[in-house]
């Protein structure tokens, strides 16, 4: 787990804001806010290699058995590495630990769609088993 608050972390999450707001319609931005992000209901993750913020991803608690991703965002410079993938397993994972039998896509539908239908059809693995030879999810 990761402080949303740390500079890095929000000048991340400012460029995904920002993002959104430039390839979605108004009314279909979902992004969380700091406010949002800080809500008891979230727990937000960061992808680090060597100290350097290379990801972020939150799950957000809708009720005892439903999660929804949320705030997922991959530095530009370390797209096409697998982070996202990997924090997509991560934050999949936790929701399986916490008992969610749903985990909904959130506001960046058809990026999280492409990047599941790219997972392989096996068993979910242990955080440290699904991010080998991949250190740096906090």
């Not at 949303?4 to 969380?32: I, M, S, W």
């Amino acid at each position: 787990m990761d402080d949303p608050r740390a500079d890095d972390v929000r000048k991340l999450l400012q460029r995904h804001l920002a993002f959104a707001r430039a390839n979605t319609p108004p009314e279909g931005v979902h992004a969380l806010d700091m406010d949002g992000l800080l809500d008891p209901a979230v727990t937000f993750f960061s992808f680090r290699r060597d100290g350097e913020l290379l990801g972020v991803g939150a799950l957000k608690q809708l009720d005892r058995h439903h999660g929804e991703l949320k705030s997922m965002h991959t530095a530009q410079a370390a797209r096409g590495r697998g982070i996202g993938r990997a924090m997509l397993d991560h934050l999949i994972g936790v929701a399986r630990e916490r008992g969610c039998l749903r985990v909904s896509l959130g506001e960046r539908r058809i990026q999280a769609v492409r990047a599941v239908r790219r997972l392989p059809p096996k068993p979910h693995q242990h955080l440290h088993d699904a991010v080998a030879g991949r250190p740096g999810l906090t």
